[in-house]
């Protein structure tokens, strides 16, 4: 029997890498890149430029998937708001438009920052009340999408972190660290770490799913964002040399969600998974 194929968008980001290399066991797996051939680890590799939408529209009609997770997105302090609003929002778009128009299912990577962080914990089908550009941008592509493929399953993720592999914002503190600076960690921001194993699978499994609508997928422990990057620089033996400190956010923006609690419980019901805290997962991969 032949396998089902599967697009990713954003194979040669964290997410997409660890995706890609748990796909490729079940599925056969297309993995777009953009300009990281190189860090695509499973699949066929597919040049993409998401703010091409002929681009968009020709790579899906060729691939021809069974679904399309799309996880390829510009996070915060990697570009303009000009150029994050040109991929998450109109490169969503094209996404949604290109998978329905091949009738394949669509599963977007969305963010627990299209939230205030005002009014904790947020159910899966929490309106979006963003207060910050990425919140903004990432909570204007759900509505993209929706409005293109209304049988999309939008995904609200947290923190994504991972032990075989430094998870970007870990990378960011240890090098801001190792050039001798001074690291602020919010100890008034509080999310719900997710693995990205854990993640990666709910993503496959909502792939294969009639699933349509939004779907909060974290991990069940809650944690200050301090306490969580002081524990990723733990587990990396990572020497923080006197530079990190504690600190609070609410002194430094008014445009940081402080309180991103989401409730788990429909997707770990429907998924038929727990979503480990970050405890847990450390103590089992000691």
Known sequence: MSRKKILITGGSGYLGRHLTKKAVERFDVCATYHRNAGRIRAGQPVPLDLTNREDVFRVIAGVKPHAVIHTAAI???DGTNSEMWAVNVEGSRSVAEASAAVGA?????S???VHDGRHAPYADEAAPSPINGYGRSKAAAEAVVISAHPRAAIV??????????MDRGTAGFVERIEAGERLTLFDDVIRQPIWVESLS???????????AGTLNVAGRQ???????GRKMLDWWNVDPRGLVRSGRAADVSDAIPLDLRLSVDKAEALLHMIFPGVDDVLSNEQ
Not at 105 to 109: S, T
Not at 160 to 165: K, N, P
Not at 201 to 209: P, T, Y
């Open 111 to 113: 963010s627990d920052c």
């Open 156 to 165: 609200r993720t947290s923190l994504i972190y991972g032990l075989r592999e």
């Open 75 to 77: 996070n915060p302090g």
């Open 222 to 228: 809650t944690m200050t964002r301090a306490a969580f």
């Open 105 to 109: 299912c669509l599963v977007h990577v």
């Open 201 to 211: 699978e709910a993503l496959l499994k909502l792939a294969m799913l009639d699933f």
